[in-house]
C-alpha cells in the first residue's frame, strides 16, 4: 500500500494562478480530509468528504473548492490564488467512524508570490 | 468553540534527557491523539487513547489520558537525536459533525546531541 499520496510536493504561483492540488489513498477509506499548517498555527481543516459525492466545509474553506467523486481521490482547487494562501496543504484519511485515527500524505509546500 | 492547548510550544533538551509535554481542552474529550511531525513530513500517528485515566506507551513514548477527561500528557524518556520534530495533539471536533479533529498548535522538540 502506498497509504495517501500528494502532488506536487513544492508548488510556485503567482497571485491569480489556479491550480488543483492533488491527493490519492489506496486503503479504501471513506473519509477524507484537507488541512493547511501555517506556523504556529497547528492544523487547520478546510474541507472534507464522508464518500464519494460528500463534501463539506471545515474551519478555513474560503478560497477553495473540493470534488470526490471517486473513494480514491479527493483533490484541492485554489480558483485564484493569494499570498494567504501560501502554507503547507496536508491531505488525510481514515476509515469512518475508526476512532478518528486518521492517516496523513507527505504535504504539497505552496508559495503564491 | 472547543480549543486546544499544548505546552510548552518548544523545548530544547539533551539527549538523554526525559521529556514532558501536555495538551488541555476547553470541553471534554472521549479520545485523545499524539501525533509527531518529522521535518518535511506529515504527521504520524504515535498514541491513540480512549479511556479516562488510561495509561498507553508505545516504545519509550507513555501519553496519559487525564481524569478530567480534559487533558492528555505525553513523556518521552531518554530522548535520542531522532525525537527531533513537532508534537501535536488531537481530539474529536464536537462541535464539527462526521468526527473531525481539532489538533493544538504543537510542540517543537530540539535535541542537543
Known amino acids: 500500500n502506498a497509504g495517501v499520496t500528494q502532488t506536487p510536493k513544492f508548488q510556485v504561483l503567482k497571485t491569480g494562478q489556479s491550480m488543483t492540488l492533488q491527493c490519492a489513498q489506496d486503503m479504501n477509506h471513506e473519509y477524507m480530509s484537507w488541512y493547511r499548517q501555517d506556523p504556529g498555527m497547528g492544523l487547520r481543516l478546510i474541507h472534507y468528504?464522508?464518500?464519494?459525492?460528500?463534501?463539506d466545509q471545515g474551519e478555513v474553506p474560503n478560497g477553495y473548492n473540493v470534488s470526490r467523486s471517486t473513494t480514491e481521490d479527493f483533490p484541492l482547487r485554489l480558483l485564484s490564488a493569494a499570498p494567504s494562501q501560501t502554507s503547507v496543504y496536508f491531505c488525510?484519511?481514515?476509515?469512518?467512524?475508526?476512532?478518528?485515527?486518521?492517516?496523513f500524505g507527505p504535504g504539497t509546500r505552496l508559495t503564491v508570490l | 468553540g472547543q480549543q486546544l492547548n499544548q505546552s510548552p510550544q518548544s523545548m530544547f533538551i539533551q539527549e538523554g534527557e526525559d521529556v514532558s509535554m501536555n495538551c488541555t481542552s476547553s470541553s471534554i474529550f472521549n479520545t485523545w491523539l499524539w501525533y509527531k511531525q518529522d521535518p518535511g513530513e506529515g504527521p504520524v500517528l504515535l498514541i491513540a487513547?480512549?479511556?479516562?485515566?488510561e495509561l498507553t506507551s508505545n516504545g519509550r513514548l507513555t501519553a496519559q489520558f487525564g481524569i478530567t477527561r480534559k487533558d492528555s500528557f505525553l513523556n518521552i524518556s531518554a530522548s535520542i537525536p531522532s525525537d527531533v520534530g513537532i508534537y501535536f495533539c488531537a481530539g474529536p471536533n464536537y462541535g464539527g459533525s462526521q468526527g473531525n479533529l481539532i489538533f493544538g498548535k504543537g510542540t517543537k522538540l530540539s535535541v542537543k546531541p
Open positions: 468528504s464522508v464518500g464519494a459525492g460528500i463534501t
Open positions: 488525510a484519511s481514515r476509515i469512518q467512524g475508526a476512532h478518528n485515527e486518521q492517516f
Open positions: 487513547l480512549y479511556k479516562a485515566g
